[in-house]
């Protein structure tokens, strides 16, 4: 039994907004919110859910059948809309003219749209047609992180939500209330003493994977589960840059022959380069802060050269989305980055001066 909003940290103004317009029953019926993915906006209008059918009180009484039925997502006033497959099809919206089509007697129902932006175009023009006369009571949230991809048709029948990237103080929240949740808190407690919150599952002292997700718990999650391939991705890059041969250590092919991992090796890439440009500029936000022998190598090579390979990261990024072939990709980007670090050091060699170590 939990009353939804305890569980959301961040997106305060978003909150008090929605909350005030249910309070004043000017709720509009059809809300688009929009952000980046894994910050929380399902939990958002599920928490809103609660508010709404919530049989006690206002925000929600997180005890009542119906509270109880929301946080198990079992409420028969409430109906989730995902893509199937890489699209939401007219069968979804199908299963809204149903859910709609019969009577209810609660003071609310929502509709609580995934991805929406995967809506094909007949599902979209279906949509439209129930938005154009919402029927009353009923709600519509629809949840996308690609706002250009949503019609604009559809976009004119919303109000549009914006939410933003999580604090990391509100990770950190997130990651304890979860593991809490999950019953990973198992310090022992004295008689009265407070009881402190344990270390959950993921490393706190790893502060560079909060940085690196940048808002997101999806990101987190995928950094979590990926430490060994950001490994790997770092020593690929150090040996491109420092004119080594490939190591029998480090397969590239093995390492990016799926398109997730090569595009997650090409995001590593990314922001090492980023954090070795800033450092250049003695700044002092460098998310990898552990990967001091990759940063010492890349911290040899001038700015405008750095800048050079991270466009370059950019465009396999662009080509990996594009279905290239992802090691074919990589091992021309690895040619390059040689190439250009070599004529950089035979021009510098003829100048007298030498930064790379090749
Ligand atoms: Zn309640």
């Known amino acids: ?48 859910a609660q508010s709404l059918l919530c049989e006690k009180e206002h925000p929600a009484c997180g ?4 509270c ?12 989730y809309i995902q893509p199937d497959g890489l699209y939401i099809k007219v069968d979804s919206i199908r299963r809204i003219n149903q859910f709609l089509s019969l009577q209810s007697f609660a003071p609310a129902r929502l509709i609580i749209i995934d991805s929406a932006h995967q809506m094909n ?6 949509l439209l047609k129930i938005l154009e006369e919402p029927p009353s009571h009923v709600y519509f949230i629809l949840i996308s992180s690609h706002l250009s991809a949503l019609p604009v048709t559809i976009r004119s029948r919303v109000q549009t939500l914006r939410f933003f990237p999580l604090k ?11 593991d809490l949740k999950n019953g990973k808190e198992n310090i022992s407690v004295k008689p009265g003493m407070q009881k402190k919150i344990q270390a959950p599952s993921f490393d706190l002292k790893e502060k560079w ?13 995928k950094w979590q589960e990926n430490k060994s391939v950001r490994e790997q991705a770092f020593q690929l890059l150090a040996m491109a840059v420092s004119g080594e041969e490939l190591s029998p250590f480090v397969d590239i092919a093995d390492l990016v022959k799926k ?11 990314q922001q090492i380069l980023r954090d070795a440009c800033i450092k250049k500029l003695h700044g002092t936000n460098i998310i990898h802060q552990d990967q001091k022998n990759i940063l010492n190598i890349l911290q040899k090579i001038p700015f405008a050269v750095l800048e050079i390979i991270f466009q370059k990261t950019v465009q396999l990024e662009k080509d990996l989305k594009g279905h290239a072939d992802s090691p074919l990709a990589f091992d021309n980007l690895f040619m390059q980055i040689k190439d250009l670090l070599f004529k950089v050091n035979s021009k510098e060699r003829k100048c ?7």
């Open 1 to 48: 039994m939990a009353q939804l909003l305890n569980n959301i940290y961040g997106h305060k103004t978003q909150l008090e907004k929605l909350l005030s317009a249910v309070e004043d029953k000017h709720l509009p019926h059809a809300l688009l919110f929009t952000g980046p993915s894994g910050i929380g906006r399902r939990k958002v209008a599920e928490a809103l």
């Open 63 to 66: 005890k009542c059948s119906s």
């Open 68 to 79: 109880i039925s929301v946080e198990q997502k079992k409420s028969l006033h409430v109906l």
């Open 121 to 126: 175009l007949q599902a979209a023009n279906s």
């Open 168 to 178: 990391p103080a509100d990770m950190y929240k997130t990651i304890q209330s979860a």
């Open 209 to 221: 994977m909060i940085k690196a997700s940048q808002g997101s718990m999806d990101e987190l999650e």
């Open 259 to 269: 398109r997730e991992q090569a595009l997650f090796v090409c995001l590593c890439w």
């Open 352 to 358: 007298g001066q030498t930064y790379i170590l090749i």
